[in-house]
């Protein structure tokens, strides 16, 4: 169902400062459906695998020592234009550069540590979500 469908994590920053309700409620009250989520933690393979176009950038051992540090909300998020609308909601990757109620601008603190993962495209939201769940953990 491309076009309607993408994939989020509420990361280990998010999860530690207790943001995941209220996370959640502004994902629910911007019009998505959750059709899968659960709390779950990534092991350093994952979060290699997950990761994997990053590999050759300098921050990627960073990036998965941080993905794996705690538990994460896995989530497949459905809505028309998904991806796009999902995109706009959580705002820039840089907390500071992020607009006014996006939910990176409320609860990131840095451009590490940015509270969520959303999906850049319909195929990688089909990826992504396939990695984290079975065919019969989405609904």
Known sequence: MAGN??????KPDAVENGHIGAILEQI?????????MKLT???KRDAEQFYAIHKE???????????T???????I??????????RTLIGATNPAEAAEGTIRK??????????????DSDENALIEGDFHFSGREQF
């Open 41 to 43: 933690q990534m092991s």
């Open 57 to 67: 950038r300098p921050f990627f051992g960073e990036l998965v020592e941080f993905m």
């Open 28 to 36: 629910n009250a911007s019009g998505f459906r959750i059709v899968a």
């Open 5 to 10: 469908r993408t994939f989020t994590m509420i």
């Open 69 to 75: 540090r705690g538990p994460i909300v896995a989530a």
């Open 106 to 119: 409320k609860y990131a603190t840095s451009i590490g540590e940015n509270a969520v993962h959303g999906s």
């Open 77 to 86: 998020l459905e809505k028309d234009n998904a991806v796009e609308d999902f």
